[in-house]
């Protein structure tokens, strides 16, 4: 497949959404940047969280990780539907009724200003790393397939990306994203199909006959019933809930766009949604990972991991597919990217800089939001560098172990505010926040020594909130 052409058509896709992007960002303000002036659809906003929520990493890990974890990533599926509900119908209500544009200000409200700035700063860490280890992912693939044979450096094309995400997200925001996200996801969730009937038919499978084939590989294991394996069905679960929780329920920038519906059913209708949807969407993934494997083999591919689908999808099929690839790819690509740009732009304005407070014109506040979101583009660029140097095989484990340390401060600041009605002595949160991460790293890297045969697997996450909950609790005021 010439790299020149799939390059031509990786710039018209972008020209589609910059086209979306001027039609759908006219007459927009902050009020339309940060949260659509509250008059998003439910049906719309659920349907691009889709994207959103997959990423770039979940097109490529996931299928790629079939060979060696099976279908177990099910089972964090299954507690991803969980922590949906669980938002819809705890996080939401809270958020509506205090008509919160950031959700950290329910942190400001409950326990004072430096937890509101503490929680905050923790989101933007935890979203910072999170969105530019997904962005690095699909950034390398379209450098290794298109750009590298075209003499292009690895920083261009990464500068290129972002100048395109920031093109389409600087006037409009989440106003603009709603109907990006929506586009983005149609074609990903295409493309997902199409390369999954192609394999089929390749393959000269029908549906039940693939997944019997994929059953002689022992493919299709979906739980694990060791109590000690890191990957034990209850400890999966578990993990999933919280996860969802935490990377969803208290992170801005998903939050963010379900705020911008209007009432508060419809954004509960939206979660509850999302939910089910992404319990079949991620099947679907994990049925492809099993297809690209059976492939794999027949066809003698030595590529595993990460590499699998690109090198099948580019190298080994037809010119159409390879496009079709290409096109879900960079279609999972930016709708991670954009909403975190967005919502750490927002963040950065209304928790940290305190803009909405600001006795400044309505043009300078926009401009001062303008220099926030280029400076955040810049973060994502170093970023990505760095995690181009440490260049780790599974983007989706190193992920989702990042998130057990940088997730777990917030969900239990949450967690104390929800659950308790304790008062904490504000200046002392800080410090419980980072210890809390600390010993979380000190109990997983000597797990070992600390409990013999039993591993603990992504439920790091409920650890680590748990040990901040204690933290809180201790330094809670008596009265």
């Not at 100048?163 to 990006?180: C, F, Q, R, S």
């Not at 996450?461 to 809180?472: A, K, P, Q, R, S």
Request: charged share 15%; aromatic share 12%.
């Amino acid at each position: 497949m010439s790299p020149t052409l799939l390059l031509i058509i990786v710039l018209a896709y972008f020209g589609l959404l910059l086209f979306v992007a001027l039609r759908t960002g006219k007459n927009s303000d902050n009020e339309s940047f940060f949260i659509g002036n509250r008059k998003s659809n439910w049906m719309l906003v659920a349907f691009g969280m889709i994207g959103t929520s997959l990423s770039g990493v979940t097109f490529v890990s996931v299928p790629g990780a079939v060979g060696a974890d099976k279908f177990h990533y099910l089972q964090i599926t299954i507690g991803y539907l969980i922590g949906y509900l669980t938002i819809a119908y705890i996080l939401l209500p809270l958020y509506y009724r205090l008509k919160l544009t950031s959700i950290y200000g329910y942190l400001q409200q409950r326990m004072g200003e430096i937890s509101y700035k503490t929680g905050a700063w923790i989101f933007i860490v935890s979203r910072l790393v999170g969105a530019t280890a997904r962005l690095y992912l699909v950034v390398n693939i379209l450098q290794v397939s298109i750009l590298q044979n075209l003499g292009v450096p690895f920083i261009v094309t990464t500068i290129v990306i972002l100048a395109m995400i920031i093109l389409y997200t600087y006037e409009g925001g989440v106003k603009t994203i709603v109907w990006t996200d929506t586009l983005q996801t149609t074609c990903m969730l295409l493309g997902l199909v199409i390369c999954s009937v192609y394999i089929m038919q390749d393959l000269n499978l029908n549906f039940p006959e693939s997944l019997y084939e994929m059953d002689k590989y022992g493919f299709t294991e979906v739980f694990v019933g060791d109590v000690n394996s890191s990957k034990f069905f209850i400890k999966q679960i578990l993990a999933g809930a919280f996860i969802t929780i935490t990377m969803t329920g208290i992170d801005q920038e998903m939050m963010q766009k379900s705020l911008s519906v209007t009432k508060l059913k419809d954004s509960q209708k939206n979660m509850v949604s999302l939910g089910f949807i992404m319990l079949g969407v991620i099947s679907l993934f994990l049925f492809l990972g099993g297809l690209l494997h059976l492939y794999g083999i027949k066809e003698g591919v030595q590529s595993s991991g990460d590499q699998l689908f690109p090198d099948i999808a580019i190298n080994h099929m037809p010119p159409f597919i390879s496009i079709i690839f290409i096109i879900a790819l960079i279609s999972a690509l930016f709708p991670s990217a954009d909403g975190a740009i967005t919502a750490l732009t927002s963040s950065l304005c209304i928790d940290v800089f305190g803009i909405k407070s600001k006795p400044w014109t309505p043009q300078r506040k926009e401009k001062f939001r303008k220099n926030v979101h280029l400076i955040v583009a810049l973060a994502f660029l170093v970023m990505v560098v760095i995690f181009k140097i440490i260049d780790d095989k599974s983007m989706i484990g190193l992920i989702l172990k990042l998130a057990g340390f940088t997730y777990g401060p917030l969900l239990g600041l949450f967690a104390f505010g929800i659950f308790t009605k304790y008062r904490v002595k504000d200046r002392l949160v800080p410090f419980v926040c980072i210890l809390a991460p600390l010993i979380s790293f000190i109990i997983d890297k000597y797990q070992a020594q600390l409990f013999g045969d039993f591993q603990i697997g992504l439920e790091l996450l409920i650890i680590n909130g748990l040990l901040t909950f204690l933290g809180l609790w201790m330094i809670r005021e008596k009265r």
